[in-house]
C-alpha cells in the first residue's frame, strides 16, 4: 500500500492523458502532487467542508464562503505535499512494485533533493493559507502534521494503517469548525470520528486493488486484515461513521435539510457496501472514487441548512 488514496492510473509509468500536454519538466512535479488525480485532495477537502457548513447550522449563519476557498487551495497544497512526502519514503518500495516503479523518484526523473524541495513549496502554501485564520485553528493545523508524518511508516508495521490516514484525512472536520467558532465542540469531535472511519472504509476499498502487492512488498492494509469478511468490515465502518456523523448533527440542531443530505449519504455508503466484491480491483477503483461525489450530498444537505437556518433563525 503505497500512498494509498487515489494515484491508480492506466499505467505505472506515464501520467494521465492531461499531463502529456504540460511541459517536460513540470510533469514528474505534478505527478509528485497528484495533480492529474484530483480524488485524492477532494476527498481531503470534503471533512473542511462539512465541519465549515455543519459549525453555519450550530451558529444559524450562512457558510463561510471565503473559509471554503481557502480550504480548497489548502487542501490541493497539502495532498500534494503528503504525496510527495510518501513517495520520498518509500521510493525503494516503488522500485520493487509493478505498478508504482515508473513513478517520478522511483525511475529516478528527479532526485530526492529536489523532490523534497517540491515538499517544501507546497507546504509553504499551505501554511499560508493555515495563516489566514485564527490562532486556535494554525495550532490545530500544526498539529495535523504529526499524523500526516506518521502515516507512511505504519504500513510496515500494522494491518491498520488506513487509521493513522484517517486521523490525517479527516483533520479538516476539526479545522474547519475552529476556523469559525475559534474553538472545538463535541460535535466537531463527533464529526471528526465520523470521517475518521469514513475514511477508513473507503481506503479499505481502494487497498482491495493492490493486495498481492502489498502483500508482496511486506506491507499491511485493512483489506489484508479483513480477508474475506472485507464487506462486513467496510459495513461495520460505515456504519459506525455514520452514528457518529448523525451525533455530530443532533448537536447542532440540524434540520430537515441536514437529515436530507445525511440520507443521501448513508444511502450512498450503504451501496457501496452492497458493491464490493474483493476480486474486482478496477469496480473497487469506481467505488472508491464515488466517495466524493456521496461526500457532496452531505455537505448540500448541511449548506442548504445553514442557508435557511441564517434566512429564518
Known amino acids: 500500500m503505497t500512498d494509498r488514496v487515489g494515484q ?103 532526485s530526492t533533493k529536489q523532490a523534497a524541495a517540491f515538499l517544501v513549496a507546497q507546504s509553504l502554501v499551505g501554511l499560508a493559507v493555515l495563516l489566514c485564520f485564527n490562532g486556535f485553528t494554525v495550532a490545530l493545523g500544526v498539529a495535523a502534521l504529526l499524523p500526516v508524518a506518521v502515516y507512511p511508516f505504519m504500513k510496515r508495521i500494522t494491518n491498520w494503517p488506513q487509521f493513522v490516514l484517517g486521523l490525517a484525512f479527516a483533520w479538516g472536520a476539526l479545522v474547519g469548525w475552529s476556523a469559525t467558532a475559534g474553538s472545538l465542540a463535541w460535535p466537531a469531535l463527533a464529526l471528526y470520528a465520523g470521517a475518521i472511519l469514513w475514511t477508513m472504509g473507503y481506503d479499505t476499498i481502494y487497498a482491495l486493488q493492490d493486495i498481492a502487492d502489498d502483500v508482496g512488498a511486506g506491507i499491511g492494509s485493512t483489506a ?56 474486482d480491483a478496477s469496480h473497487a477503483r469506481a467505488l472508491f472514487h464515488s466517495n466524493f461525489g456521496a461526500s457532496l450530498l452531505l455537505f448540500a444537505g448541511l449548506a442548504v441548512q445553514a442557508w435557511a437556518s441564517a434566512a429564518h433563525p
Open 8 to 110: 491508480h492510473g492506466a499505467s505505472p509509468d506515464l501520467p494521465d492523458a492531461t499531463l502529456r500536454r504540460w511541459p517536460a519538466a513540470v510533469r514528474p512535479y505534478a505527478q509528485l502532487a497528484r495533480w492529474d488525480r484530483p480524488i485524492g485532495w477532494q476527498l481531503l477537502l470534503a471533512p473542511c467542508w462539512w465541519s465549515t457548513a455543519l459549525v453555519a447550522v450550530a451558529t444559524h449563519a450562512a457558510p463561510n464562503l471565503a473559509h471554503l476557498a481557502l480550504f480548497t487551495v489548502g487542501s490541493i497544497a497539502m495532498r500534494g505535499a503528503g504525496s510527495t512526502g510518501n513517495d520520498i519514503v518509500d521510493r525503494d518500495i516503488d522500485r520493487a512494485v509493478e505498478r508504482t516503479r515508473g513513478r517520478p523518484l522511483a525511475s529516478r526523473r528527479v
Open 224 to 279: 489484508i486484515q479483513f480477508g474475506d469478511r472485507v464487506r462486513g468490515g467496510v459495513g461495520a465502518l460505515y456504519g459506525l461513521g455514520l452514528i457518529a456523523v448523525a451525533a455530530a448533527l443532533v448537536g447542532t440542531g440540524t434540520g430537515v435539510w441536514g437529515w436530507m443530505g445525511f440520507a443521501g449519504f448513508a444511502a450512498h455508503l450503504a451501496w457501496q457496501v452492497s458493491r464490493i466484491r474483493r476480486e
